[in-house]
């Protein structure tokens, strides 16, 4: 209960309780709202993107270890023979 004798630590511990339900009441809101067909294209389209351009870079990076892992073999096997 807040009144006229309330703590500044009371004060502020009923300022973050009413704060976090503001931001619970904020995120079913947003939830709560409807989302357009395109907007969900949008954004299924942006993460296919961003799929396709990480595997291309993971494509890349195991590449380049792999050619490095050869280029180690071959030297070790010319210096033997």
Excluded: H, W
């Amino acid at each position: 209960m807040i009144n006229a004798k309330s703590t500044k630590a009371q004060l502020l511990e009923y300022i973050g309780e009413l704060q976090a339900d503001l931001d619970t009441a904020d995120r079913k809101l947003q939830a709560a709202q409807p989302v357009s067909i395109q907007d969900r294209f949008n954004a299924f389209r942006f993460e296919a993107v961003a799929m396709v351009r990480d595997v291309y870079r993971l494509g890349l990076f195991c590449r380049k270890g792999f050619d490095q892992v050869v280029d180690e073999f071959k030297t070790l096997c010319y210096n033997k023979g």
